[in-house]
């Protein structure tokens, strides 16, 4: 027992840890950590308060790291997840799960089957397929589908990984005494989160499953963890260095299952890109490799999945029997060329009624129709750049849809991410409604939404050898984004000068706004005082945004010369600091800017610091790289 100087008048604390304690109202804690205020009894004649910090509950530390959103039957994935068709992928998923059940028996066995295909061959319908069976019978032990348009970004990441595969693994009864043992690791150390893939395995998995066996039949235990959509997997903080994270994920889980007290057999699911096709080819021994070829004959399965589709369509559009003939079937099975995207996009296209009747649509896919060309996904680029085609702008509807995917991280709603797209109000119907079997606009509740049903459109549009002259570049789709930014911040926070004031959107979509605008200002343009006011009088977090807008907005200029912007957004900012108390910058600093331009690392380090970090030391020079 410890005491110290008190919050009452000069009264001693006693902070109590690892102890049973009774106050003096009869109150009883039994806690390794309580919080317990104002509890005041004597102690040698003094006041004493006992009273110690609060803690989190290891359990609900381990779900602030879970990817709620990428498990097999999470909200988020939905009813509507890829899954296969009833009596389609019968060939592949019977060899999965005869190597899930009975792979043991194998003369050369692999704990690890990797399943790899082509873009749209259907890889994400199976793995959802595979995990509804095996959920069905008692053998999915975890599963993580990464997404790269998924709604939650943390989707894409690889730093929940570990914890999600974790928190499911502690959901199973039949594996007695894991729970508790890995909530111990978490309540012992709370930072275990923050190490890198391969340490959070070994602590939370593999040392509690070594604690726990023999505790339980393993024969009881789930059988089979399923990742999906490694390639879509990236770091968390550079988008570019995602096979990176893909080789950190697969050495830990091949580390896994050489461990004899991991029991588990693990199903990855990818396209075959260098950084995963490496990482396999250097150990040949490690994984069974299923790869969709016409091994499981995919247009035997596409056809069956058209003729279902096109008997729906016909009962719910009552077309005659005529419709949508066998020969019909076999030409678009012939075009798809296994690739079941293709013949999904098809059926989308048909049911858009804005486009027109099924009849006059499917007349049209056929007038589209390829000739006899060798390109990869030759099909499937024609029918994207023609889909596009329909639009009204089908070059701005690629804008859009590069902004909607660079940006959907950056707005918390889909809502607000239409708000600063759309110009004039109606303009995303104008722009994208004609695109709905390559975009999803609103979701099953009617609100707006920007889903992209698969990563191929994204690849199509940024090849300019298959996207052509719809083909949008970087520098080109950063000027949009630039010039999206620059009217918003005109009109206010309006769509244009006969909107109404948007009271309902005001408070969240002006801050989210405002916390982005430095990331994505335009130097080139004029701006006025005034913007520099309201963007000030708007902004939170002022001790990062501030100085972030006061270098990028300053990156173009000229040793010699500022832009005219520049001197705008400085000045007002400069005047905003002096008079709300920040440390600015001496003279001194300000000629090293104008040589060697600052860059914000972080509020502590710039010498443009908000009060609160107005005592830190001076602002350190940045060593040469």
Request: net charge neutral; charged share 25%.
């Amino acid at each position: 027992m410890a005491a110290n100087q008190g919050p009452m008048d000069g009264a001693p604390t006693v902070a109590v840890q690892g102890s049973n304690t009774t106050n003096v109202v009869g109150n009883y804690y039994d806690n390794r950590m309580t919080t317990c205020y104002n509890c005041i009894t004597t102690y040698d004649g003094h006041r004493v308060t006992i009273q110690s910090t609060s803690r989190i509950a290891p359990l609900d530390r381990l779900l602030e790291h879970v990817a709620h959103g990428a498990v097999h039957d999470s909200a988020e994935r939905g009813p509507d997840a890829p899954k296969c068709h009833p009596e389609t992928r019968t060939a592949v998923q019977g060899d999965i799960l005869s190597w899930i059940e009975h792979g043991e028996q194998d003369d050369a066995p692999k704990r690890i089957l990797w399943l790899s295909g082509p873009a749209g061959s259907g890889k994400t319908a199976i793995a959802g397929t595979i995990a509804d069976e095996c959920y069905k019978r008692g053998l999915l032990a975890a599963s993580f589908f990464f997404s790269a348009f998924a709604g939650s970004r943390n989707r894409r990441w690889k730093k929940p990984f570990i914890a999600t595969l974790v928190y499911r693994l502690i959901q199973h009864e039949s594996i007695c005494g894991l729970k508790e043992e890995v909530l111990a690791v978490i309540d012992r150390d709370p930072m275990v989160f923050e190490r890198h893939l391969d340490q959070q395995l070994e602590e939370l998995v593999l040392k509690p499953l070594r604690k726990v066996a023999g505790h339980s039949n393993i024969c009881h235990w789930p059988a089979v963890i399923i990742v999906d959509g490694l390639d879509e997997c990236e770091t968390d903080a550079d988008s570019s260095s995602g096979s990176d994270a893909q080789k950190e994920i697969l050495s830990a889980l091949s580390r896994a299952c050489a461990d004899t007290a991991f029991p588990f057999r693990i199903i990855i699911a990818s396209r075959p890109e260098p950084a995963i096709r490496d990482f396999f080819s250097r150990s040949p021994d490690l994984a069974f490799n299923i790869f969709l070829d016409n091994k499981y004959n995919p247009d035997c399965d596409i056809r069956l999945f058209l003729e279902a589709t096109f008997s729906d369509i016909r009962r719910r559009f009552n077309l005659p029997s005529t419709w949508a003939s066998k020969d019909v079937v076999d030409l678009l099975v012939e075009q798809a060329s296994g690739q079941f995207i293709y013949a999904a996009t098809i059926i989308r296209f048909l049911q858009n009624p804005r486009l027109g009747s099924p009849q006059q649509l499917l007349t049209q896919v056929f007038e589209w129709r390829s000739l006899n060309d060798s390109k990869p996904f030759a099909s499937l680029d024609l029918l994207y750049d023609r889909i596009l085609r329909t639009s009204p702008e089908p070059l701005l509807a690629g804008k859009w849809i590069h902004f909607a995917n660079s940006q959907r991280y950056s707005w918390s709603s889909p809502l607000h991410l239409k708000y600063i797209l759309e110009s004039y109000p109606g303009e995303t119907e104008h722009v994208m409604g004609t695109l709905t079997s390559l975009v999803e606009l609103v979701d099953e509740n009617r609100e707006p939404s920007f889903h992209f049903y698969h990563k191929s459109l994204l690849d199509f549009l940024r090849d300019p050898q298959r996207s052509s002259d719809l083909h949008v570049n970087g520098e080109s789709s950063y000027r949009f984004m630039e010039d999206r930014y620059y009217r918003t911040l005109q009109e206010r926070g309006r769509r244009s000068s006969a909107d109404p004031p948007t009271n309902s959107l005001a408070p969240n979509f002006t801050r989210a706004f405002c916390l982005n605008l430095p990331c994505c200002i335009d130097p080139r343009r004029r701006y006025t005082s005034r913007d520099v006011e309201w963007w000030l009088a708007n902004l939170s977090d002022q001790g990062i945004r501030i100085p972030r807008m006061f270098t990028s907005i300053h990156q173009q200029c000229k040793w010699y010369s500022c832009l005219p912007a520049c001197g705008v957004w400085r000045k007002g900012i400069l005047r905003h600091c002096r008079e709300h108390g920040w440390r600015v910058l001496t003279i001194k600093e300000t000629l090293q800017d104008r040589f060697k331009k600052l860059q914000f690392y972080g509020q502590d380090m710039f010498p443009l610091r908000c009060p609160e970090l107005e005592s830190a030391e001076p602002f350190p020079t940045r060593p040469e790289a």
